[in-house]
């Protein structure tokens, strides 16, 4: 059966990326999606964004909605302190064992836990069955109808503490707009936009950040 095009990223990680070398596993990545196959990873130019965000976070605790191929929760684990820890939330079972070989090439599989399944499914099961008290940061890439109702539910769970930090990828394209009606008109969150480019790509797209406020 054909290789998918996840499983051919998974195969240029393997054979060009220097093992335990986060930066080397990202750069790879971006090299072969903007000159081989785009694929949605969160890229280079957001990625810095995501840097930035999360070391302004230092979370101990983070969630990521959306692993895919574990690009971006690379990203977000390899800026972990000690003791941190990442858990990633994917639905699809094809793209998990592939995220976890790649994020095990990065060196970083003892920081970054991936869940599979919905996000509506795990997120009320994370303060139970993961031991998690709060989160202090939350990376929004799954679904992008999902980002309202999962932000919802996330409060809901008790899961937000005050100051509490969440970045949405891709409020321009593919778009986010009931995510972005709900949190700049909900006056518990303090929004901040950050326009950017779609991965790999001249086309227009923006993150935001939203700080809980409790
Ligand atoms: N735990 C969970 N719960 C619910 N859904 C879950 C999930 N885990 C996964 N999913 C299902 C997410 C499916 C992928 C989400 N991301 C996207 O759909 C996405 C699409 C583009 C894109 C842009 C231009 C184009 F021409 C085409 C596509 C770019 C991006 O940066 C994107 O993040
Ligand atoms: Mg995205």
Redesign the pocket.
């Known amino acids: 059966m054909d290789q998918s095009k996840e499983q051919r990223i998974l195969n240029s990680v393997s054979y060009n990326a220097v093992k335990g070398d986060p930066e080397s596993v990202l750069d790879c990545i971006d090299k072969y999606c903007s000159q081989k196959e785009w694929a ?1 990873n ?1 890229g280079d130019e957001k990625g810095l964004i995501l840097d930035n965000v999360v070391k302004e976070a230092d979370p101990t605790t983070a969630l990521e909605l ?1 692993t895919y191929c574990g690009y971006s929760a690379i990203r977000i684990a390899r800026l972990l302190k000690p003791k941190a820890h990442l858990f990633s939330i994917e639905f699809n079972p094809e793209f998990v064992p592939i995220a976890k070989e790649i994020i095990e090439i990065a060196g970083l599989s003892d920081k970054v836990t991936i869940l599979e399944g919905h996000a509506q499914d795990i997120i009320p099961q994370l303060k139970s069955k993961y031991d998690v008290d709060t989160l202090d940061f939350v990376f929004l ?1 799954h679904w992008k109808e999902r980002y309202a109702p999962d932000t919802i539910l996330l409060e809901e769970c008790g899961l937000l503490r005050k100051g509490s930090i969440l970045l949405a ?2 409020i321009i394209y593919p778009g986010a707009p009931e995510f972005l009606e709900y949190i700049r008109n909900h006056k518990r969150f303090e929004c901040t936009n950050y326009p950017s480019h779609l991965e790999y790509m001249k086309v227009e797209d923006a993150m935001e950040k939203a700080v809980y406020l409790g």
């Open positions: 949605m969160v959306g890439d990828d891709n």
